[in-house]
């Protein structure tokens, strides 16, 4: 019961601690004039995903090298499936291929090149460095497009999120415009975020022994769902005001900065001893992480929009993923069977369905003329 309840304090800290940090960085970030295109892309970004990057991090100086990795993978597989799944449930989601045709193919980059230095069974100091290289190159590269940008194109190209819309509406002598309470504001926000991953951290591993599940599985299942709770928040609120290209966009974005900055980070924390990669995630979980941001592409590129049925089989799929590592844990004597229906009816049937549907759908209706 004690760990039920530091896990539960964990969990609340980090999300009370993301969105306090968040809203420190991004009022701090604007007092010193960055543009709310980059604050949402970078800032934000970094707000809803730091739960993983305090996890990851934790979990790496504590020994907890599998917790680190299954964090990562389990929390991409988690925003893609579980998140734009439940929230197109809600209210289909509408993808503005503007944004998509950018930040999807990124992220599966950024998937394929984990799996690529995966494969030898360790990410090392020098794949951490590429890795956080590769986000600061990126940031970069949004601060350069940004400033090409008019104005006009910015607000076209970005709807406001949460953040930005309150960033707004507040008043020039709001209680956080001034620069000492947001200074204070971020400083609190990184100070719950570590305290909340080291006590998420120490309650999953003591879950983990008591079930017998390794940490890996805790780390795909609960961990990752857990770190990934400021991500529903941002997504279901997105789809419950009608901003349905924001629940697209915050799950792509965050699903590319947990590759390339939790694990970067925790890369160059390891040192010279690198991440192990378990065997079972190079084996399956990663491919499944992959498998997941391909199969989206074909729905993100057409430019319409994730029916509710479709997030109905994202929201299935993902159900079918937890059941798996649950029954390949217990090693369950229903587990080949599973598998095979899964792989030999449920798979094919959806990909094909999927298929139809797309050729059938009518093309999107052309823009509508500016007014003068």
């Avoid at 929390?75 to 809600?90: D, E, M, T, Y």
């Avoid at 707004?168 to 305290?195: F, H, Y």
């Avoid at 990909?351 to 052309?366: A, D, E, F, G």
Wanted: proline share 5%; hydrophobic share 55%.
């Amino acid at each position: 019961m004690l760990n039920v309840l530091i896990f539960a304090a964990g969990l609340a800290a980090l999300v009370v601690g993301a969105d306090v940090l968040v809203r420190g960085a991004s009022k701090l970030a604007l007092s010193f004039g960055i543009s709310p295109l980059v604050v949402g892309l970078t800032i934000v970004a970094f707000g809803t995903s730091a739960p993983e990057m305090a996890v990851s991090a934790g979990a790496v100086l504590n020994g907890q090298t599998d917790l680190a990795i299954g964090n990562v993978v389990g929390s991409n597989i988690f925003n893609v499936l579980f998140i734009l799944g439940i929230s197109a449930l809600i209210a289909p989601l509408v993808v503005h291929i503007q944004l998509i045709r950018q930040e999807v193919p990124i992220l599966i980059g950024a998937s394929l090149l984990l799996l690529v230095l995966s494969l030898d069974g360790r990410l090392g100091l020098l794949d951490g460095a590429l890795f956080f290289g590769l986000l600061l190159a990126y940031t970069a590269f949004l601060i350069v497009q940004s400033r090409r940008e008019t104005r006009a194109a910015q607000d076209a190209h970005t709807a406001p999120n949460e953040y930005e819309t309150e960033l707004k509406r507040s008043a020039p002598d709001a209680w956080d415009s001034r620069l000492w309470v947001q200074l204070v504001l971020i400083v609190v926000g990184l100070g719950l975020l570590v305290v909340g991953s080291n006590w998420l951290v120490t309650a999953s591993v003591v879950f983990a022994k008591a079930l017998g599940v390794s940490d890996v599985v805790i780390g795909l299942t609960i961990v990752a769902a857990g770190t990934s709770m400021p991500e529903v928040a941002t997504s279901l609120a997105a789809a419950f005001k009608g901003e349905r290209d924001i629940a697209v966009g915050n799950a792509v974005g965050s699903s590319t900065f947990n590759i390339l900055g939790c694990l970067g980070l925790s890369g160059l924390l390891a040192g010279n001893a690198g991440l192990v990669v378990p065997s079972s995630v190079l084996a399956f979980d990663m491919w499944v992480m992959l498998a997941v941001a391909l199969a989206s592409l074909p729905i993100f590129l057409s430019g319409r929009e994730i029916a509710r049925w479709e997030g109905g089989v994202f929201l299935g799929y993902y159900v079918a993923y937890v059941t798996y590592l649950i029954m390949a844990a217990q090693d369950h004597a229903a587990l080949p069977t599973f598998s095979a229906v899964m792989m030999g009816f449920v798979i094919p049937l959806t990909v094909v369905t999927l298929v139809v549907s797309l050729i059938r759908r009518p093309p999107p209706p052309p823009p509508a003329a500016p007014k003068s």
